[in-house]
């Protein structure tokens, strides 16, 4: 695994600038953090946290290149889908390239919008993305104060404040978000019932 983090970190400095690498290591460390906490693998969670935006960078057109010659979901290709386009492509190049799990790509895949049944390790890039020590939003401290915490109420605290945010600015919520939340609310429910 280490030589996977050295060999990730040696593509990421040379593929992405200064900010968004800069980003992607205060994800990793949070990530870290939380797997921590949380009792999961450390060390999954440092090479997924620091790998989750591997194509942020990559222009329109060379993810509609990629979309195209991998054979992903052409739906990918709607303009609605364009801020989790990189989730989906960076994690299809990490399984090609850096032979991430299933789990790992999954992580990455829905890193920006969640999804139903969402995995610890879903959660926990979810969440170090949303409340890396780089961010500064109205809400954020409540987020990163409940993510040490219990990490299902973080994400729905955070899924709810990112859902309003977006519609506030007049965009397209993403159908995997509202589905993550309903989920998330519906089980912690189900766990508040059981104590």
């Not at 949380?38 to 979309?67: C, P, W």
């Amino acid at each position: 695994m280490c030589s996977k983090l050295e060999d990730i970190d040696k593509y990421l400095k040379k593929n992405l600038s200064n900010d968004r690498y800069n980003h992607s290591v205060r994800v990793m460390k949070k990530a870290m953090e939380y797997a921590k906490i949380y009792n999961y693998d450390i060390e999954i969670a440092q090479i997924v946290g620091l790998s989750h935006d591997i194509a942020k960078e990559m222009s329109d057109l060379e993810n509609t290149n990629y979309i195209i010659k991998n054979n992903l979901n052409k739906k990918l290709l709607d303009n609605e889908n364009k801020y989790a386009v990189h989730g989906f492509v960076g994690a299809d190049f990490l399984e090609k390239n850096f032979k991430f799990t299933k789990e790992m790509a999954n992580a990455v895949r829905y890193h920006t919008t969640g999804r139903e049944n969402m995995t610890l390790l879903d959660k926990i890039i979810f969440l170090a993305d949303k409340t890396e020590d780089g961010r500064y939003f109205d809400n954020i401290e409540e987020e990163r104060q409940i993510a040490l915490k219990d990490l299902d109420k973080a994400m729905i605290l955070t899924l709810q404040n990112s859902i309003n945010y977006t519609k506030k600015k007049g965009k397209i919520v993403s159908e995997n978000s509202i589905k993550a939340l309903k989920d998330l609310k519906k089980r912690c429910s189900l766990s508040d019932n059981i104590g």
